[in-house]
């Protein structure tokens, strides 16, 4: 009786059992078909093109957050261009760069672009110049078809490069420097400034050390040949090819305008010495004149000095009357002949009372 009950329990249940397993069933295969549908056309691509990417992995990278089509279309790339795991180019190591925020379909074209002009470039270098900030495309296209640098650069808003003979004429230069983008300095290495102060510098030293303007007019390859003599693209991320002289034009003379400014200076120090000078005797015939009236004023204290001893000469009887008649007839006699002479006025004593 009971074995009876338990069956026809479990007989009820049977029916929940299997809808619960039907629905399981289209649940899965519901899922089943949205990855499908999500990643079926990137693994067939993939398996097509033998890729070598599995729809596992296509499942992984959502999870991983990779952008799945990035990561198979270079991957596809790289392999119809003849390159390979082998080369570096792993389903992890593209995943790798593209989690860490690198430029991979750059990356792969320029792997593909120095395979195919013969560069050797590994996918760990380029991978690195990339992550460095550098256009690593545009570097092995450069490294490929060199690139020419202005010198100086337009923007900066020079127009020439100017630098000035040992005669003192300024000469204004411009130059193309045609360089070549070195890989293996690239990741550390100087760019476009660094070449065109250097050549800027080099040119403006080259004019500097020439006799005359006339003999770089004369041959303006003489200043690439010692400008390449000094190794500029030292410490760069390129290779200095050539650099071309465009145009040479003359300018001010220089030598002139500073020997003009130097002979005005002196000229200026010269009246100032003068000015000094001449102020310095306007000071010192001041003073003497000053010390000529202290003078007249001792000789009036003295003169005034002269009746007060006459006077006490007389009270003393040391100076009698005819001594003093005498001494008046001298000093009238005297002035008489000063008036005469023309050689002063005569002066008028004051008699003592």
Not at 27 to 40: H, P
Not at 116 to 130: H, Q
Not at 221 to 229: A, F, N, Q
Not at 238 to 252: K, Q
């Given at each position: 009786m009971t074995t009876t009950l338990f069956a026809q329990q479990n007989a009820s249940h049977w029916p929940?059992?299997?809808?619960?397993?039907?629905?399981?069933?289209?649940?899965?295969?519901?899922?089943?078909?949205?990855?499908?549908?999500?990643?079926?056309?990137?693994w067939i691509q993939a398996k097509m093109t033998a890729a070598n990417i599995r729809i596992l992995e296509l499942i992984r990278m959502t999870f991983c957050k990779v952008n799945p089509n990035i990561i198979v279309r270079s991957k596809i790339m790289a392999y119809q261009a003849g390159l390979s795991d082998k080369d570096g180019l792993t389903t992890r190591a593209l995943e790798a760069h593209?989690?860490?925020?690198?430029?991979?379909p750059n990356v792969v074209r320029a792997l593909i672009a120095a395979n195919?002009?013969?560069?050797?470039?590994?996918?760990?270098?380029?991978?690195?110049?990339?992550l460095a900030g550098r256009n690593v495309l545009e570097a092995v296209q450069t490294s490929v078809n060199p690139k020419v640098i202005p010198c100086p650069d337009p923007s900066s808003g020079r127009q020439s490069i100017d630098g000035v003979a040992k005669n003192g004429i300024q000469l204004k230069v411009k130059a193309k420097v045609t360089v070549r983008t070195n890989l293996d300095r690239l990741v550390g290495g100087a760019t476009d400034e660094t070449i065109i102060a250097r050549v800027g510098e080099g040119?403006?030293?080259?004019?500097?050390?020439?006799?005359?303007?006339?003999?770089?007019?004369?041959?303006?390859?003489?200043?690439?040949?010692?400008?390449?003599?000094?190794?500029?693209?030292a410490g760069t991320?390129?290779?200095?090819?050539?650099?071309?002289?465009?145009?040479?034009?003359?300018?001010?003379?220089?030598?002139?305008?500073?020997?003009a400014l130097q002979a005005e200076a002196d000229t200026r120090v010269a009246r100032a010495k003068?000015?000094?000078?001449?102020?310095?005797?306007?000071?010192?015939?001041?003073?003497?004149?000053?010390?000529v009236q202290e003078n007249r004023a001792k000789v009036v204290e003295a003169e005034a000095e002269v009746p007060m001893a006459i006077a006490d000469a007389f009270r003393k009887g040391h100076l009698g009357i005819l001594d003093y008649y005498h001494l008046r007839?001298?000093?009238a006699d005297?002035?008489?002949?000063?008036?005469?002479?023309?050689?002063?006025n005569a002066r008028r004593e004051n008699s003592p009372s």
């Open positions: 929940t059992i299997a809808l619960i397993f039907v629905i399981g069933l289209a649940g899965v295969a519901i899922i089943m078909s949205i990855f499908l549908a999500k990643y079926a056309h990137l593209y989690l860490a925020g690198g430029n991979v195919r002009a013969d560069i050797p470039l590994s996918y760990k270098r380029a991978a690195a110049i990339d040119i403006v030293n080259a004019i500097g050390s020439a006799d005359t303007h006339e003999q770089v007019l004369e041959k303006p390859d003489t200043i690439s040949k010692r400008v390449l003599e000094k190794g500029l693209d991320a390129y290779e200095i090819l050539s650099i071309d002289i465009a145009d040479v034009d003359v300018g001010d003379n220089i030598g002139a305008n500073l020997q003068a000015e000094e000078r001449r102020a310095f005797a306007v000071a010192k015939e001041q003073e003497m004149q000053a010390q007839n001298v000093q005297t002035e008489m002949r000063n008036a005469i002479a023309g050689t002063g």
